[in-house]
């Protein structure tokens, strides 16, 4: 049963992604301040400096073979398939105790099942922290600590 919820989850991305793909991208969100260039975050044991705009990038277009973060999440707080991720940096470190906004966005992506938020269902694909690079990952949460 598992492994049927996760194929649908990949067909769905899949088609989803595909047909997304055709369309015109949207313009850059505009952030209400501007955004930093780096973050400095620690990702896999070393600390790297994550660069927004490579986050940005990696957010709306994806990482081969993965599907982009805005497939399935908004800038915003509006619910898509998963929860919206606007002020994300001002709840973030306040979700799990003991773990700051980064680490908690960090584990976010490379262990999705380690917390799920009331409402929402444990349907994110564990693969990220595989697939994406420390790098990948640091410029990721570069640029979801700049959302309003």
Request: net charge negative.
């Amino acid at each position: 049963m598992r492994i049927a919820k996760w194929m649908t989850l990949l067909i769905f991305t899949i088609i989803v992604t595909a047909c997304s793909s055709k369309q015109q991208s949207a313009p850059t969100d505009s952030l209400s301040t501007p955004a930093p260039a780096n973050d400095t975050s620690t990702v896999g044991g070393k600390s790297l400096e994550g660069n927004v705009d490579r986050g940005a990038a990696l957010f709306k277009t994806g990482h081969d073979p993965l599907p982009a973060c805005s497939t399935c999440h908004s800038t915003g707080h509006d619910k898509i398939v998963g929860p919206g991720l606007g002020g994300l940096s001002v709840v973030a470190g306040q979700r799990v105790p003991g773990q700051s906004a980064t680490d908690y966005i960090q584990n976010s992506i490379i262990n999705p099942s380690a917390y799920i938020r009331p409402g929402f269902e444990n349907i994110m694909p564990p693969i990220f922290g595989t697939v994406l690079s420390d790098q990948d990952i640091a410029d990721l949460i570069a640029y979801l600590m700049t959302l309003p």
